[in-house]
Nanobody, 126 residues
């Protein structure tokens, strides 16, 4: 049983930074494909960033150059460093894991992932 617990959300002003963390309780964490998603009120959950089993990283166009996904396999923790935050980044942020296989070019799809965290709220004010 894999569980994911996000933390690090909060309220910041436009242009600010936050770092989200996602702690995994799984012995085989390093073999997972991991992703960050977000969902704003009234909108679909969208893929923000993903890191695959081989370490390759992908980003949504809306966050490229501002967000960085990384992980510490020893700590079984996934991170999302967010800079130059904008009001449109306001959302609940979720981390997700695909336990078996790569995510590949479908990293942004909710259907690819098996396990989800409970989410952490990010609010950016103008």
């Amino acid at each position: 049983q894999v569980t994911l617990v996000e933390s690090g959300g909060g309220s910041v002003q436009s242009g600010g930074s936050l770092r989200l963390s996602c702690a995994a309780s799984a012995s085989s964490y390093s073999t997972y494909c991991m992703g960050w998603f977000r969902q704003a009120p009234g909108k679909e959950r969208e893929g923000v960033a993903g890191i695959d089993r081989d370490g390759s990283r992908n980003y949504a166009d809306s966050v490229k150059g501002r967000f960085t996904i990384s992980q510490d396999n020893a700590k079984k923790t996934l991170y999302l460093q967010m800079h130059s935050l904008k009001p449109e980044d306001t959302a609940m942020y979720y981390c997700a894991a695909r336990v078996w296989g790569r995510c590949g070019s479908s990293w942004y799809s909710r259907m690819v992932y098996d396990v989800w965290g409970q989410g952490t709220q990010v609010t950016v004010s103008s």
